[in-house]
């Protein structure tokens, strides 16, 4: 599958304004970053009801200027989980910090109906930063 096909597949994000403008992990993507299109293979189908794409690659590649690409294309955010020791710092207490505590039954509404989407990465440095519980935690939440 090309980028373009993956990229067709995701709703463009409703508007999110952050309210901690200084937080360091989530950011908006106000550029988009140059960007070759590779080709994607399929390894496992979809799971029934999880709009979850989880890509995978060898060091050096650019799977995170693809997530800052993504990101840009959808109008959403970037998260960059390397920036966080995880279990501190779970996905809702973040979603909260950054974009306002007032705003999160219906952040958490739209990521619901697909209406908000996030663009995760350095899982990799997070496991080294986190160890493999505080993954867990974290992506249990989600």
Aim: glycine share 8%; hydrophobic share 40%.
């Amino acid at each position: 599958m090309e980028a373009q096909g993956l990229i067709s597949k995701v709703m463009k994000s409703f508007d999110l304004e952050k309210k901690n403008k200084n937080h360091r992990a989530i950011k908006k993507i106000e550029k988009a970053p140059k960007y070759i299109y590779p080709t994607f293979k399929e390894i496992k189908p979809s799971i029934a009801g999880k709009p979850i794409m989880i890509f995978s690659a060898p060091g050096a590649v650019g799977k995170t200027t693809f997530a800052k690409y993504f990101a840009y294309q959808k109008n959403s955010y970037y998260w960059d989980l390397s920036k966080l020791k995880l279990g501190d710092n779970t996905f809702i207490g973040t979603v909260a910090d950054c974009f306002g505590h007032e705003n999160l039954v219906e952040i958490l509404q739209r990521l619901e109906k697909g209406e908000v989407s996030f663009f995760f990465d350095g899982f990799d440095e997070a496991e080294m930063i986190s160890g493999l519980d505080g993954i867990y935690n974290f992506v249990v939440e989600m």
